[in-house]
C-alpha cells in the first residue's frame, strides 16, 4: 500500500548546527505538506508544496519538492532551541476523502 | 488560521467505563473530520473519518463499536472510547480541514490540542 517514509527517526544536534528531515512517498504525490509537534504539543501546518522542484523558505527553514514529486525535505538552519519538536511530512492518502497520510516523523533536540 | 478545539484534554478513568471526546471547529463549518491515535513516540495513526450526517468511516483494524463517533452538526464531532481498556490507553488527536480561506492554503489539516487518555 502507500507508504510515506522519513528519515533520519531522531536527530541530536548542538545549537546552531543545521538540520534535515527527508520524506520519500511510494507514489506519485499532488502536494507534500509539513507539520511541527513540540513536545506535549499537537500538530501544526507548516507549509505545503505543490510544484514539482518546488523551494519554499520561512526564515531559517527551507522546505523542497522533488522534481518527481516524490520526495520532499526540510531543511533548517543554524538550530535553536525553539526548533525542538517532531517534524512531520504529509501526503494525500489516495482514494480518501481528503485525508492524508503521514510519515513517522522525526523528532530533533537541540542542545543548547 | 481555523481554529480546532478539543476537550478534554487528559481524561483519566477506570477500566470498562466510556470516555467521550469532542472535538469542534471554532470559526468554520467541517463536513469532514478526522480522528488520529498517536502513541508515544510514533506517528499519527487514522483511526477514522468522520462525515457530518452519516456514518464514519473506519480504518482497517479500527473496532467501530468500541470507538463510536457522531458528527452531528457541522461543527462538532464526537468520539467515544466505549468499555475502555488499559490497552486504549493513547493520544486522540482530531483535525479538520478549513475549506476556501481566502488567502490561505487550502488542504492544510488543522488539528485540535489533543485528548490524552490513562484508562487504570
Known amino acids: 500500500g502507500q507508504q510515506v517514509m522519513q528519515i533520519p527517526q531522531y536527530q541530536h544536534v548542538q545549537e546552531g548546527e543545521d538540520f534535515t528531515t527527508y520524506c520519500n512517498s511510494s507514489t506519485t504525490l499532488s502536494n507534500i505538506q509539513w507539520y511541527k509537534q513540540r513536545p506535549g504539543g499537537h500538530p501544526v501546518f507548516l507549509i505545503q508544496?505543490?510544484?514539482?522542484?518546488e523551494v519554499k523558505k520561512q526564515k531559517r527553514l527551507t522546505f523542497q519538492f522533488g522534481e518527481a514529486k516524490k520526495n520532499s525535505s526540510l531543511h533548517i538552519t543554524a538550530t535553536q532551541t525553539t526548533d525542538v519538536g517532531t517534524y512531520f511530512c504529509a501526503g494525500p492518502l489516495e482514494g480518501s476523502q481528503g485525508n492524508l497520510i503521514f510519515g513517522k516523523g522525526t523528532k530533533l533536540s537541540v542542545k543548547p | 488560521g481555523a481554529v480546532v478545539s478539543q476537550h478534554p484534554s487528559r481524561v483519566i478513568c477506570k477500566s470498562g467505563t466510556s470516555v467521550k471526546i469532542e472535538c469542534r471547529s471554532l470559526?468554520?463549518?467541517?463536513?469532514?473530520m478526522f480522528w488520529y491515535r498517536q502513541f508515544p513516540k510514533q506517528s499519527l495513526m487514522l483511526m477514522a473519518t468522520s462525515n457530518e450526517g452519516s456514518k464514519a468511516t473506519y480504518e482497517q483494524g479500527v473496532e467501530k463499536d468500541k470507538f463510536l463517533i457522531n458528527h452531528a452538526s457541522l461543527t462538532l464531532s464526537t468520539l467515544t472510547v466505549t468499555s475502555a481498556h488499559p490497552e486504549d490507553s493513547s493520544f486522540y488527536i482530531c483535525?479538520?480541514?478549513?475549506?476556501?480561506?481566502?488567502?490561505?492554503?487550502?488542504?492544510?489539516?488543522?488539528f485540535g490540542e489533543g485528548s490524552r487518555l490513562t484508562v487504570l
Open positions: 483535525s479538520a480541514r478549513a475549506p476556501g480561506l481566502a488567502g490561505g492554503v487550502t488542504g492544510e489539516l488543522f
Open positions: 470559526d468554520f463549518q467541517a463536513t469532514t
Open positions: 508544496l505543490v510544484k514539482s522542484g
